[in-house]
């Protein structure tokens, strides 16, 4: 199946711990990124690499690191855990230079930091 | 500052009835903008884009509409069904990324 997937799809976690989240994509798309969505459905962007280069960088905590080893995987590693990270993270992916950033998303990844 | 309002958080219609959304801006000066739906534990799935120089879209049952004049997009659901019950966000461009509303959730009851 041609899709984005991301793994895994639930993660609970004590306050302080490190952990991380794994993204990667079939569809040959050039461009990944990571969103962060709160308890109120909010979707916001975090980063965003294209053919593995950082392009977007959010006002994200330097907890928050991303790595995209080529241009099919993005992954996200947090260090130091805080409650407040508790939120679904999806990772998305796109085609730059077809015109418009339609967006195809994961499934999710819902991380609880107790 | 910018900002992406969608209408209000939720909103319940009969089944066959039309589903009206909005989405209202405020400091972006989008190329395009883009309708996304999305379920309960799910990623948002794609459904439409409608470019700055178009002024209506449709796609089956769905209709967007987009005016750069008022800063607003409607998205129109017709003949509703319980299936399209979801929450529907909109997105806009802005510097190579696209920044989404709050959305809006859509109950169709039978």
């Known amino acids: 199946d041609t899709a984005v997937s991301q793994t895994p799809k639930y993660l609970v976690t004590q306050m302080g711990n490190d952990k991380s989240i794994k993204c990667e994509q079939n569809l040959g798309h050039d461009t990944m990124y990571w969103y962060k969505q709160d308890s109120k459905k909010f979707l916001k962007i975090m980063f965003s690499y294209n053919n593995k280069e950082l392009i977007i960088n959010e006002t994200v905590p330097n907890r928050f690191s991303p790595k995209s080893p080529d241009k099919a995987h993005l992954n996200l590693h947090i260090n130091s855990l805080e409650l407040g990270d508790s939120a679904v993270y999806f990772c998305?992916?796109?085609?730059?230079?077809?015109?418009?950033?339609?967006?195809?998303f994961g499934a999710g990844s819902r991380l609880t930091v107790l | 500052s910018q900002k992406i309002e969608q209408n209000s958080e939720a909103l319940n219609i009969q089944e066959g009835k039309t589903a009206t959304l909005t989405c209202n801006y405020t400091?972006?000066?989008?190329?395009?903008l883009q309708w996304y739906r999305q379920d309960p534990g799910r990623g948002p799935v794609f459904l439409l884009l409608i470019r700055e120089n178009e002024k209506e879209k449709r796609k089956e049952r769905l209709k967007v509409t987009f005016d750069t004049t008022l800063k607003q997009s409607l998205f129109h659901i017709t003949a509703s069904q319980p299936a399209d019950s979801a929450t529907y966000l909109c997105a806009l461009d802005n510097d190579y990324k696209l920044s989404f509303g709050a959305g809006t959730t859509v109950t169709v009851r039978a």
């Open positions: 400091n972006y000066s989008p190329a395009y």
């Open positions: 998305a992916s796109s085609l730059q230079g077809s015109g418009a950033n339609v967006l195809t």
